[in-house]
């Protein structure tokens, strides 16, 4: 086998072989398409990186037999489909949406015109000149700003493109000659004893453009495309229809589910899922290994030793074939870096294991990875280590339900639960978190030293390691430009993960300098503010989210207490304070907490404003916008705003006088 030091990231060719073991379903789906009825629209589902081109690759091979847009292949080919093949990601490519939807229509009607006229002379190449005569007068005259109002909303995008001004050209009209001469090009191989009785169109990368566009691009080929003699098949996920239809629909609910799965059903009578779940990645991992020369011969007949890289796969990074191919290039690094090592040693089969395993946990895991570089022993890990992280206690029922459980009955699974309580989706690959560090310790050799083996295995990894690059201090920050681009982030976000009282928000001035001041209201009416505050702290951003308080009262007390007395709410408040303080402290989230009381004047009244800060530490600026960067501050923002709620009921019991 030919060794290299990478696995790149391209679409399997339809020659090359089935390593995933989903060729039965490939087969199945190419049966079913070649005993159709025509018109008819397959959608391949998938998440990105998990075979779909590679899928569609396989299928133009089996059903049109050629793999590229081959002319003369098609030309002197006689297999039962044409194929059409529509990249839509490179029509939309420094687009405007009615430019993208314009160039897509453009680049089937021509790829369909170009087939013919290489297939066919005479009548029928007059008539695919005649279409292209159409198209050109489209993309001259108002088409392209009629498609643009065209959205999810249109009844028919054929009606809505409507008649042009220039000797009324329209879309109707361009799709009957495109169907004449599909008939006409069909009807001429019948009777020369040709195989080809319809077309099949396939349309990749949907899911690499803006959900909304791609679900114009959907209903584009329902009302324009949608002939007789016509297969489509398309690489799309359900998840980018949802997204693309919650302009038209708002969020994914129970309550409006069927209006979103009744658009999807409209345009797709196929779903194909592809079947992940069911990747036997064994062969195709152990093949990218050797070719990168992880593993020797020996490791390879090992039925043990691939099992165990397999389940370590399964546990962590899954079946995604992207996703594997990236932990391929990252060993194959870390390889490359121990090879020059002088004084490297060949490592035991074990220790190529547990560096596989624990590259794998950097990929997919990075929060139990990093801590795991702070305290290589996690067989040990205790209280300590769950007060040093701010993990939320377990309740005795917990503990009840845990020690019942064998992934979790031992101390430090109990603190691994904990601590994967603080990120979603730690939470729900608990259990298979848990199950690869007992697999770790299974790996590991008892009369080794789990602390000694772990931390020189982990110094292999650490190259790649992000947090790598986290360690970086920050030196200062331009705090109007970084504000400015996180309420563009953060503005979208926040809408659709706030609570559901909040009933408007808006940025509160119009200027930033140094703090970004946000309004909202709430059901009720009442409004109040919050504030992000970033700073520069010992190299790192710690990121303030609080606001300048709340002014309760309106009475002539100099005291703080005696101000709460006053109004019959010192022990309420009291209360409240002690409760957040414990809230502050439990909150893994929260690095920093300041909590003020002060006795303000304005107009010879007297009004107390107590006010709290949450605090967030960020690395860099890169952690701070990333996804999961961004998810801790609208929690924490919701959170702020949720105690902020129990400083405003108090205040309506005493007569406040305004919020700021």
Known sequence: MTKTTSIIDVPKGAKNPDLLGIDKYKTALGQFIEGTDTPITIAVQGEWGSGKTSLMNSLRKDLCGEEEDDLELIKNGNNEFYPVWVNTWQYSLMQSTSDTLMNVIGGITEEIIDIIETKHKGTIAKGASTGKRILSALLKTGAKTALSAVGVDGDAVVDAAGESRERGVTILKLRNELQNVINECLASDQKVGDKHRGFVFFIDDL???????????LELLKNIFDLHNCIFVLAIDYDVVIKGLKPKFGELTDKNEREFRSFFDKIIQLPFSMPIASYQIDQFLIDSL??????DDNQKQSDEFVSDLTQ?????VGTNPRALKRLCNTLSLINIINAANEDSEAHEDYESTLNFALVCMQIAYPFVYNQLNKEPNFAEWDDETAQRLKLKPLSEDEKNVLNSTEEFDEDWEKVL???CQKEPYLSRRVFQISTLLNKLRSIIPKETNIEDCIKDILELSSVTNLEAFDKQPVKDLNLNHLLKSYRTKFFPLFTEGKKDNITSFKQEG????????VRYELSNGISHLFQFAPRVRDGKILFWIGSGGIELMNHDVKDFNGALKTGGIFDEFQSFKKDLEVFQKENALIEKFEFYESVISWKKKLYIKPRFWFGINFQNEAELFSEEGMQKVNQLV???????????????????????
């Not at 899911?207 to 691009?217: C, E, G, S």
């Not at 050797?290 to 593993?295: L, P, S």
């Not at 370590?312 to 962590?316: D, F, H, K, S």
């Not at 108090?650 to 305004?658: A, F, Q």
């Open 207 to 217: 899911d690499r453009i803006d959900p909304p566009v791609a679900v114009q691009i």
């Open 290 to 295: 050797t070719r990168i020369d992880y593993i």
């Open 510 to 517: 119009a200027r930033i300098v140094k703090n970004l001041t």
């Open 312 to 316: 370590i796969a399964n546990l962590t």
């Open 417 to 419: 639960y904990r601590m």
């Open 638 to 660: 919701n959170e702020f705003v949720t105690w902020s709620e129990k400083l405003l009921d108090m205040g309506l019991k005493t007569g406040y006088r305004t919020l700021k």
